[in-house]
């Protein structure tokens, strides 16, 4: 029985690195699924009460959510999909999720949910706040693990009961963005 395993690299059976250790034990796993999107333009709420996701007609807001893999976003494995503005998984396992929103006005009543569909849970969702003043109670940017079966998607929503708008790109600066990876 050997006591050391001498390898460089790992590969799927079609040749395709799925590991690689360089010289100093450092890991890269350059097929592992992720995204990173910014919302392109601002759009505006339209201050109807209720839940809507940040994609088709259930938006609740006058303008399209533009999320986009410029300035510096990425789509590794193309889980993330631009029709749908949602991340679907390839994989089962645990998947790590962050979003930041920033509010062009006082953002009262305002907030923003990950909600997970598929196989493993119809619902779950964390969430920024922001109070009737306008202050965030909660911190600007969230992160959350969520537990995923094969095909169950991932999708960014806005809840709220008054009008206001959420800032998008700033001259290839995201201000509001959300991405996610495979965890294992």
């Keep these: 029985m050997a006591s050391e395993l001498h390898v460089d690299a790992i590969k799927h059976s079609g040749g395709t690195s799925a590991m690689t250790i360089d010289s100093s034990g450092r890991v890269t796993m350059p097929a592992r699924p992720a995204f990173a999107v910014h919302l392109e333009t601002t759009v505006a709420l339209d201050g109807s009460n209720g839940w809507g996701s940040t994609h088709s007609s259930n938006s609740l807001s006058s303008g399209s959510w533009d999320w986009q893999t410029t300035h510096g976003g990425y789509n590794v ?3 993330w999909a631009s029709a749908t503005n949602r991340f679907t998984a390839p994989i089962a396992g645990l998947y790590s999720f962050t979003w930041s929103i920033v509010m062009a006005a006082s953002g009262a009543n305002v907030s923003f949910r990950l909600e997970q569909s598929g ?3 119809t619902f779950r969702y964390a969430g ?3 109070d009737a003043q306008g202050h965030m109670v909660t911190s600007p940017t969230h992160t959350v693990q969520i ?6 998607t991932a999708d960014l929503q806005v809840g709220y009961s008054r009008s206001n708008s959420v800032e998008g790109d700033s001259g290839g600066f995201g201000r509001t963005w959300w991405g996610g990876y495979f965890i294992g």
Excluded at 147 to 152: G, K, Q, T
């Design 77 to 79: 494995g193309s889980n």
């Design 128 to 130: 920024a706040n922001f």
């Design 147 to 152: 537990l995923m079966a094969v095909n169950d």
């Design 119 to 121: 196989g493993t849970s």
